[in-house]
Nanobody
Framework: QLQASGGGLVQAGGSLRLSCEAS????????MAWFRQAPGKDREFVAL????????SYTDSVKGRFTISRDNAKNAVYLQMKSLKPEDTAVYYC????????????????WGQGTLVTVSS
């Protein structure tokens, strides 16, 4: 089970930190990712961090602004978002996939409930 939090309303240029906590004893074996879905659009990949914490990947539109990290001791993954833009407005979902290392939604077996991020202009 994944529990996401940290969303909210922020002005353009602001920052937010999303958190996602997992209830599993084998968290370190899971690749973790964030996806988002804007109103009227398909869900899209945002960022991932591999199970061995050796690789991160970002979609081009967030590179240099977003940072994904994980704390295996806390069974948590984070998404630090800076310089937010109105086009970042979406429901953000964390996802977990055992040994996952890809930006494809089908790699991830478990999904959080989503947390809404709204960026005003």
């Amino acid at each position: 089970q994944l529990q996401a939090s940290g969303g909210g309303l922020v002005q353009a240029g602001g920052s937010l930190r999303l958190s996602c906590e997992a209830s599993t004893s084998t968290f370190s074996a899971y690749g973790m990712a964030w996806f988002r879905q804007a109103p009227g659009k398909d869900r899209e990949f945002v960022a991932l961090i591999s199970w061995g914490d050796v690789r991160t990947s970002y979609t081009d539109s967030v590179k240099g602004r977003f940072t994904i990290s994980r704390d295996n001791a806390k069974n948590a993954v984070y998404l630090q978002m800076k310089s937010l833009k109105p086009e970042d407005t979406a429901v953000y979902y964390c996802a977990a996939g055992r040994w996952a290392m890809a930006a494809t939604a089908s790699e991830y077996d478990f999904w959080g409930q989503g947390t809404l991020v709204t960026v005003s202009s």
